[in-house]
């Protein structure tokens, strides 16, 4: 047992030392290779910072951030806005996800190739503190946190190459995939940078997303400062007045933290419930979890989001049924249905829905707390943006 520790201790620091190097070094292209990235592409010549520093609050509650290979990240973000990734060429990873919006789309379901309607709300990107964090270091499931609204996918890889693949979506075959990356010449370059190598596979196309993604998330936000300086002798206090914020934040973190924090967490960091109902409906015409694991008391689950950059990554649900977070308040507020799989949070001691019958005040109250989660830095960072000229 000892033995064992001793011996993955050494190698997680080998691993470390190895990693941190990878990170620092500096990579530059050879002149014809960059006038080749030039021509299509907005990037440095020097490598890319991608490793996420989180802030204390969120290492105190357990996450850590990881290591990102600048190289990979560089190639991901390049993958993830290119259209040329679709079968008609008119969608990237980023048509349904886009930066300004907190990497969510503003459509109730997203638009796929040849204007094809989903059945989903995408999911923002930036709804976590950094995806790698959240969902295992190595994004392998490590942690157990799946993707999707669903959680049907275990790894990023399996998600990324799900969306590509889905005729609904991007409508590619895995060799398709190869083909139109193998079409761009400025993809030779970034693959030598990011694998020593120019062979492109489809295993390598998702790896390098994968990466990009591994870096994504949002812990800059208002809400993180003041929950940083909010040290109560080494424990960070979530319930207590943060004292960045007005008197109305405050209020509404209150509200949030007594009704909300039991499922969607009060620290923003990692899920206290994988997944949940929250009484949207009283029959499940999409089955969510159900659908994919058979169990029937996850029928109408679905995944519990974390809530941030919220206030601009409307509409909300699985469905995007709701317009405003005016309407998803009204609805905890008096709409919960009574379904038979309802969150338990979500009734009262006599088993009840709970009606938290919010004043206008409160109402309001809630939204200036939501937007203290807005993190503009993520949402305005340049090395996140599209490279394509
Ligand atoms: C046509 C729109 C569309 C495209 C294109 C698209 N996505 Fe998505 N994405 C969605 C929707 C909708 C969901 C939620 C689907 C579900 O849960 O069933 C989603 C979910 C995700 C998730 C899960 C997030 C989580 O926390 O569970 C990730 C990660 C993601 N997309 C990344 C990508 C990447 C990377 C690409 C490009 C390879 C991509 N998406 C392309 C619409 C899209
Ligand atoms: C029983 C656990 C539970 C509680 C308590 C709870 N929620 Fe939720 N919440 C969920 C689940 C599950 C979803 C996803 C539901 C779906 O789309 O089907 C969700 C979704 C949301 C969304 C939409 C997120 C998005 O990205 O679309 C918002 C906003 C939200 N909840 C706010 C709140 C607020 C505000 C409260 C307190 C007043 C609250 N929730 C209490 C479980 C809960």
Redesign the pocket.
């Known amino acids: 047992m000892k033995k064992s520790f001793l011996f993955f201790g050494l190698l997680s620091t080998a691993m470390l030392i190895g990693a941190c190097k990878k990170n620092v070094e500096y990579y530059y292209y050879t002149q014809e290779e960059y006038d080749v990235i030039s021509r299509s592409l907005n990037l440095p010549d020097e490598s890319i910072n991608y490793t996420p520093k989180l802030p204390d609050h969120l290492t105190r509650a357990g996450l850590t951030s990881p290591t990102v290979k600048a190289a990979e990240a560089t190639l991901g973000r390049v993958l993830f806005y290119d259209k040329n990734l679709s079968s008609d060429k008119t969608i990237s990873c980023a048509s349904c996800h886009k930066q300004e919006i907190g990497f969510a789309d503003d459509r109730r379901v997203s638009l796929g190739v040849e204007s094809r309607e989903g059945t989903r709300?995408s999911i923002?990107l930036s709804?976590v503190a950094n995806f790698a964090a959240y969902y295992g270091t190595d994004l392998n499931g490590s942690f157990g946190i799946p993707f999707f609204?669903d959680n049907r996918a275990a790894t990023a890889s399996e998600q990324n190459i799900a969306s590509m693949l889905n005729p609904l979506e991007m409508n590619m075959k895995e060799h398709e995939i190869v083909d139109a990356v193998k079409n761009q010449d400025y993809y030779q370059p970034l693959f030598k940078k990011a694998f020593g190598s120019t062979e492109i596979t489809s295993e390598l196309v998702s790896r390098a997303i994968s990466s990009f993604v591994n870096a994504m998330g949002s812990y800059q936000s208002r809400f993180d400062d003041a929950a940083n300086t909010s040290n109560n002798g080494g424990w960070i206090n979530y319930d207590a007045n943060f004292t960045q914020f007005s008197a109305a934040e405050n209020r509404g973190k209150a509200l949030?933290i007594n009704?909300?924090s039991?499922?969607?967490t009060s620290s923003f960091g990692r899920p206290s419930?994988f997944l949940?109902?929250?009484g949207?409906d009283e029959s499940y015409s999409d089955k969510?979890v159900g659908a994919i694991t058979g169990i029937g008391n996850e029928m109408g689950t679905?995944?519990?989001?974390t809530?941030r950059n919220?206030a601009i990554?409307a509409p909300?649900?699985?469905d995007g049924r709701f317009a405003t977070?005016s309407e998803?308040?009204d609805h905890?507020s008096t709409g919960i249905k009574n379904t038979p799989n309802l969150?338990f949070?979500?009734r009262d001691t006599n088993g009840d829905v709970k009606k938290?019958n919010f004043t206008a005040q409160e109402k309001e109250d809630?939204i200036a707390f939501f937007n203290t989660l807005t993190d503009e830095k993520f949402r305005t960072d340049v090395r996140f943006s599209n490279p394509f000229k």
């Not at 679905?302 to 989001?305: D, G, L, R, T």
Request: with cysteine.
């Open positions: 709300n923002a709804s609204w949030y009704n909300c039991s499922c969607h419930k949940s109902n929250n949207l969510g679905f995944k519990v989001p809530l919220i990554t909300y649900m699985h977070l998803v308040i905890y969150g949070e979500l938290m809630l």
